[in-house]
């Protein structure tokens, strides 16, 4: 989607102010992310053939992600409208009727070294495309690929709060690793200890300026304090953290439940801390522009 992100101008804001489109979108987000951190990378969706398809195209391209798997539609690119709060916290307002990423359909297979699938946000809410990634979710999870989960929950999207979480139950056991925001699991009514005792390996929760904290159905529990940043604003904050988690666990070859099981505290503390540096650059810039490899050398 296109993030459309108040410009600023000089003197007093007015109610009109500029609106900047900006490249977005959760799982978007997190596959430049992946790329900018040198990981090898593919985008699996659907995407416009409109202008702003083209340039979310370019921007994949730029940041070394394989786009071979993206599909193509003439229908509109899906737009949100972002506010900002006066400490950087982003609200998002969507335009999605009709609109080409929600026409996603299951692609016949991921290719064989696929490592691991991220979802979230929007994909998995509107339809009919919700369903397609819910199939290739269970699908690639019982082939045994590791799968991330972050729901980033838009409840303005969500015409049945109460249809939505029995849905989400019903993902968890596909899920390697879940994570979330405290605003997330605060929605869904349940603390990050009972949802990794329902199917995730570990589930890590993003907590703004508290930090980041992983709880593990080993019964490991880990928390580190963020990255001191001087915030812009959040937008791609937590796609990020997905990013940085998959690029960490991946050079600690821990892609599995097995190996994050076996992951002990010093080396969460390492994940979740690079994680959190990889968020707080993200946060000192506006939009969703992730950090490359070389603004973290040494992090890892």
Request: aromatic letters at 6%.
């Amino acid at each position: 989607m296109i993030d459309l992100v108040p410009g600023g101008v000089a003197g007093a804001p007015g109610p009109l102010d500029p609106l900047l489109p900006r490249l977005g979108g959760g799982p978007y987000n997190t596959a430049v992310a992946l790329g900018r951190l040198g990981a090898r990378t593919g985008f699996c969706s659907r995407i416009s053939t409109d202008a702003f398809g083209e340039a979310l195209l370019t921007g994949l391209g730029a940041a070394g992600v394989d786009t071979s798997l993206v599909q193509r539609g003439p229908e509109p690119t899906t737009l949100a409208v972002v506010t900002l709060g006066a400490d950087g916290s982003a609200g998002f307002g969507f335009y999605a009727q009709g609109t080409a990423d929600r026409l996603f359909t299951l692609p016949p297979a991921l290719p064989p070294a696929t490592r691991a699938l991220a979802l979230g946000t929007c994909s998995l809410v509107l339809e009919p495309g919700a369903s397609a990634y819910e199939q290739l979710l269970r699908r690639e999870a019982n082939r045994g690929v590791f799968t991330l989960l972050d729901p980033n929950i838009r409840p303005g999207l969500i015409p049945d709060a109460a249809a939505y979480r029995e849905r989400f139950a019903g993902w968890l056991p596909y899920v390697t690793l879940l994570k979330l925001s405290r605003e997330d699991a605060d929605w869904l009514g349940r603390s990050p200890a009972e949802l990794a005792g329902s199917g995730p390996a570990a589930v890590v929760l993003t907590r703004g300026g508290a930090g980041l904290g992983v709880w593990t159905a080993g019964g490991t529990e880990v928390s580190v304090p963020p990255a001191p940043v001087e915030v812009v604003d959040t937008i791609g904050a937590g796609d990020t953290v997905n990013a940085a988690l998959l690029h960490s666990l991946a050079v600690r070859d821990a892609l599995s439940p097995e190996a994050l099981g076996a992951l002990d505290a010093g080396a969460w503390r390492e994940v979740l801390g690079f994680a959190a540096l990889a968020a707080a650059v993200t946060c000192s810039r506006t939009g969703a522009e992730p950090p490359y490899a070389a603004e973290l050398a040494g992090a890892l």
